[in-house]
């Protein structure tokens, strides 16, 4: 399986590496390209509106450009709190995946998930998100006690089905399937999972 990621920002300014999204006939030429090189494509885009937990009619409109344009999944950051997974033409678009290791104040920006994605030849993306939470006296993420996982998962639920996934909590997680819409975005299969995993709330 190849993979490819292209990386690239929404905003009115550089950003690091990113390429700034201005001319959407050279984004589409540049995804093209991408594509051209692997089975799947992957965008990371730098976006949103900080600490808003539904994304923008503009997120919106420039994640459904991409998947038209060849992206097959989408991971976006930036907002550093959760925002919920669309669901566009059979490829997954992860708005928001919260923070990982970072230092804001307690709350929802402190209450993420680690979301795992595998995809299958033939069949899609299958997608389940893990709550974390990150603790000031450590910046990074732990698994959290059941009353806080159930928390984050409702939370992370009820965003989802607000934009049209069929999300089921289960077991403090929250699963989706994805299926395909059409023959043509099948491909070889792949997994893509995080790589370090955090450790138990403390009782």
């Given at each position: 399986?190849?993979?490819?990621?292209?990386?690239?920002s929404?905003f009115?300014?550089?950003?690091?590496s990113?390429?700034?999204?201005?001319?959407?006939?050279?984004?589409a030429?540049?995804?093209?390209?991408?594509?051209a090189?692997?089975?799947?494509?992957c965008?990371?885009?730098?976006?949103?509106?900080?600490?808003?937990?539904?994304?923008?009619?503009?997120?919106?409109?420039?994640?459904?450009?991409l998947?038209?344009?060849?992206?097959?999944?989408?991971?976006?950051?930036?907002p550093?709190?959760?925002?919920?997974?669309?669901?566009y033409?059979?490829?997954?678009?992860?708005?928001?995946?919260g923070?990982?290791?970072?230092?804001?104040?307690?709350?929802?920006?402190?209450?993420?998930?680690?979301?795992?994605?595998?995809?299958?030849?033939?069949?899609g993306?299958?997608?389940f998100?893990?709550?974390?939470?990150?603790?000031?006296?450590?910046m990074?993420?732990?698994?959290?006690?059941?009353?806080r996982?159930?928390?984050?998962?409702?939370?992370?639920?009820?965003?989802?089905?607000?934009?049209?996934?069929?999300?089921?909590q289960?077991?403090?997680?929250?699963w989706?399937?994805?299926?395909?819409?059409?023959?043509?975005?099948?491909?070889?299969?792949?997994?893509?999972?995080?790589?370090?995993?955090?450790?138990?709330?403390?009782?």
């Open positions: 399986l190849v993979l490819s990621v292209l990386g690239c929404y009115t300014f550089e950003l690091g990113y390429d700034n999204v201005e001319d959407y006939d050279e984004l030429a540049k995804l093209g390209t991408a594509k090189e692997a089975d799947l494509l965008v990371s885009v730098h976006w949103g509106e900080e600490y808003h937990s539904t994304p923008s009619d503009r997120q919106r409109k420039l994640a459904h450009y998947v038209d344009n060849g992206a097959d999944i989408i991971l976006g950051h930036h550093h709190t959760l925002q919920g997974v669309e669901i033409d059979g490829c997954p678009i992860l708005y928001s995946m923070n990982f290791v970072f230092d804001q104040r307690e709350g929802e920006r402190m209450e993420s998930a680690i979301f795992h994605l595998t995809y299958t030849e033939g069949q993306w299958n997608i998100a893990k709550p974390i939470w990150i603790p000031r006296s450590r990074g993420p732990i698994y959290p006690q059941e009353a996982a159930n928390k984050i998962a409702t939370r992370l639920t009820k965003l989802c089905v607000g934009l049209g996934t069929e999300a089921v289960r077991h403090n997680k929250v989706t399937n994805v299926r395909f819409s059409s023959p043509a975005q099948e491909a070889p299969t792949g997994n893509a999972t995080t790589t370090k995993e955090p450790t138990d709330e403390a009782s």
